[in-house]
């Protein structure tokens, strides 16, 4: 019996970000994207996922009130952090809200993979 593939979602409003992130991941993960916090509470709502990857700057929602929201429903979920935005308090921040790995903008695509396989084998 084949074993079922882990489920990441990605949140960042940059469509071409979102395509990069999932035909990177998609030989090793169910990937769904979304285009904001919003949309992401909404399928976390919904599904189940064994990862977030998530940027901290989009509309709506940004990856910061995303990560609160999380927090206070009880959401448990590892959380890839990936943004063009990087100073210490934002970073410490993140840190404090439960990010398991922060990324910065251009990303490495072999560090993503890495990191998001190594977020998936603690599971």
Do not use: H
């Not at 019996?1 to 489920?7: F, G, I, L, P, Y």
């Not at 993960?29 to 599904?47: D, F, H, K, M, P």
């Not at 100073?87 to 840190?95: H, K």
């Amino acid at each position: 019996m084949a074993e079922t593939k882990k489920r990441v979602l990605i949140a960042d409003d940059e469509i071409e970000i979102r395509e990069i992130l999932k035909d990177l991941l998609e030989d090793v993960v169910e990937v769904t994207c979304v285009e904001n916090g919003a949309q992401a509470l909404n399928e976390l709502g919904s599904r189940t996922y064994q990862l977030l990857i998530t940027d901290y700057n989009m509309p709506e929602v940004n990856g910061m009130n995303l990560l609160k929201r999380l927090n206070e429903l009880g959401v448990e979920i590892p959380v890839i952090w990936i943004t063009g935005r990087s100073n210490p308090t934002l970073v410490t921040d993140a840190w404090n809200e439960g990010v398991v790995d922060y990324l910065e903008k251009p990303f490495n695509l072999d560090q993503v993979r890495k990191s998001v396989l190594r977020c998936l084998s603690m599971i």
